[in-house]
């Protein structure tokens, strides 16, 4: 009798004893959660944070997200700035534009890179047929946005400045109809508009990419007030985000499956771009170069009255990141 009450208590304390603790994550989501709202976008780019809603480890890390769901960047940067949300995911020329302007923001991480996002889609009924053949022509961008930087470096590869084509002004959704109307001969833009112009357009469509022009950084940026005084939400959030980072790794179809489901945006489009971009949560030099290099840009063509370069590194946060993934971390300070 007594070997066998013995040896129920092995077998009880081998099997308590095989039970690993419960994450970090677990313990934050048993806890009341703090609300917060994510302004971020549509596009590719802003892939981490669809599959962390998705998945659930914002919720795992205690935060309750109040997703602010924005067409491109600048406008998700500017719901942070006006108080409408605590974090935004933003390509670094509007930021590099609201440092200009003066408004105290921190990048906290980079969730995306790319060198084959952006592109200049023409018409060749327009008398396009290589990339030189834009001079004259009439080119839509969005102000204050990688559109805007990449159009600029596009012509400066093909020995061109913005005064030799005629600039038109748009917003991403007003691109196609511009296009179709014959009232652009072509437009510098992004995915998924980008491909989804080619993919209507068909033979009425060419589009030039340079990889080696262009490093596009998409990246979470927050009110340097709200991170020095939430860091513990800024952690949890960044967690959330890593998770994400190793779930796209590891179940690619899984995350397009994901993705598609939450912006409705047709699977065939999504697997088409995937491999455009590279989804890690990490802080290195090419941010910071990428912003000072646009900010000479910005200088150049006076579209800032600021004539001294400012320090990135002040509006960069590396001390949360670097709490909980040391080495994402490569940034020199």
Same mark, same amino acid.
């Given at each position: 009798?007594?070997?066998?009450? *013995? ?19 677990d313990t934050?989501?048993s806890?009341?959660r ?10 590719p780019q ?6 962390? %809603?998705?998945?659930g480890?914002?919720l795992k @890390? ?5 997703? *602010?769901? %924005?067409?491109?960047g600048? @406008?998700?940067l500017?719901s942070? &700035? ?7 995911t ?7 534009? !609201? ?6 923001i921190f ?7 790319? /060198?084959?996002?952006n ?5 060749p009924d ?5 990339a030189a053949?834009?001079k004259g022509?009439?080119?839509g961008?969005t102000p204050?946005?990688?559109?805007d930087?990449f159009l ?11 005064? @030799?084509?005629a600039?038109v002004p %748009? ?6 109809a511009? #296009? &179709? ?8 833009t992004? /995915?998924?508009?980008?491909?989804q ?15 080696q022009i ?8 927050a ?5 020095r005084? /939430?860091p513990q ?6 967690r959330? %985000? ?9 179940h690619p179809e899984?995350a397009?499956?994901?993705?598609t489901?939450?912006i409705?945006v047709? #699977? ?6 995937w491999n455009?971009? !590279?989804?890690h949560?990490?802080l290195?030099?090419t941010l910071?170069i990428? &912003? @000072? ?7 150049k ?6 004539t001294?370069?400012p ?8 001390d !949360?990141?670097?709490?909980v993934k040391?080495?994402a971390v490569k940034?020199?300070?």
């Open positions: 009798m007594w070997r066998k009450f *013995l040896a129920i208590c092995c077998a009880f304390a081998l099997t308590a004893c095989d039970k690993t603790p419960l994450p970090a994550a934050a989501g806890a009341v703090q609300k917060i709202t994510v302004a971020f976008t549509g596009q802003s892939t981490l944070v669809h599959i962390a %809603l998705a998945r480890y914002f @890390e205690g935060l309750d997200v109040q997703p *602010l769901m %924005l067409t491109f600048r @406008e998700a500017q942070v &700035l006006d108080g409408k949300a605590d974090f935004a933003v390509a670094e020329t509007p930021v590099m534009f !609201s440092v200009l302007k003066g408004d105290r990048v906290i991480a980079n969730i995306e890179s790319s /060198n084959m996002n592109g200049v889609l023409a018409r327009a008398g396009i047929a290589r053949d834009v022509k009439r080119i961008f204050g946005t990688t559109s930087f600029d470096s596009f012509l400066t590869a093909q020995g061109l400045t913005r005064q @030799e084509i600039s %748009l917003k991403p959704d007003e691109m196609q511009a #296009l &179709l109307a014959g009232k652009v001969d072509a437009v510098s992004w /995915n998924y508009p980008l491909t112009l080619r993919n209507q357009l068909g033979a009425k469509a060419i589009v030039f990419h340079d990889p262009y490093t596009e950084t998409f990246n979470i940026a009110m340097q007030d709200f991170v005084q /939430n939400t800024v952690t949890r959030f960044l959330a %985000l890593i998770q994400a980072e190793d779930f796209v790794a590891r899984q397009q499956d994901i993705v489901a939450a409705k047709d #699977l065939a489009l999504i697997k088409e771009v455009a971009f !590279s989804y949560v990490s290195d030099q910071l990428t &912003l @000072e290099d646009e900010t000479r840009w910005a200088m063509n006076k579209l800032t009255d600021k001294a370069m320090n990135y590194a002040d509006y960069i946060h590396v !949360s990141l670097m709490a040391p080495e940034l020199k300070r």
